[in-house]
C-alpha cells in the first residue's frame, strides 16, 4: 500500500493545476500487478478537465488493462496534503471496470495517513450494463 500512495505522490508533482491550485495525484494498481499513475489536468474551459483517477485509468485502458486491484489518490493545494475522495464522474469510471464489492480506493495524506473504502461504499448506486 506505502509504495502505491508513494507512486500518487510521485504523480501528483505533474499535476496541472493553475485555475484552483489544487493538485492531485494517483496510481492504479492493475491485476497484474502493474501500476498507472495519472495527476489532474485543467483546462480554462473547465469541461475538458481531466481528474488523476482517470487520467490513471485511461491510460491503463489504452494499453490494453482491464482488471484492476486499488487506486491511491492524494492531493491539496500547495504544500498542504489532503486526502481527497473521488469525484462521481470518475467513481462512475470505476464501476465500468471494478468491481464494487473489492476494488479498493486509498484516499492518503501520506504514506502512514490514509484510509480505504471499497468502491461500493463510496458509490452504492453505481450505473453497469
Known amino acids: 500500500m506505502k509504495n502505491l500512495i508513494g507512486r500518487a505522490i510521485e504523480a501528483r508533482k505533474n499535476a496541472y493545476a493553475p485555475y484552483s491550485g489544487f493538485m492531485v495525484g494517483a496510481a492504479l494498481e492493475c491485476g497484474d500487478g502493474s501500476i498507472y499513475t495519472g ?29 484492476f486491484c486499488r487506486i491511491a489518490i492524494v492531493g491539496g493545494k500547495g504544500g498542504e496534503m489532503t486526502a481527497p475522495a473521488p469525484c462521481g464522474v470518475c467513481l462512475q469510471v470505476m464501476a465500468e471496470f471494478c468491481e464494487a464489492e473489492t476494488f479498493e480506493v486509498i484516499m492518503a495524506v501520506s504514506e502512514e495517513n490514509y484510509s480505504v473504502k471499497r468502491l461500493g461504499e463510496l458509490l452504492p448506486c453505481g450505473f453497469s450494463l
Open 39 to 67: 495527476c489532474n489536468i485543467e483546462n480554462a474551459a473547465f469541461t475538458p478537465t481531466n481528474c488523476a483517477e482517470r487520467t490513471a485509468f485511461f491510460k491503463a485502458v489504452s494499453e490494453g488493462k482491464r482488471k
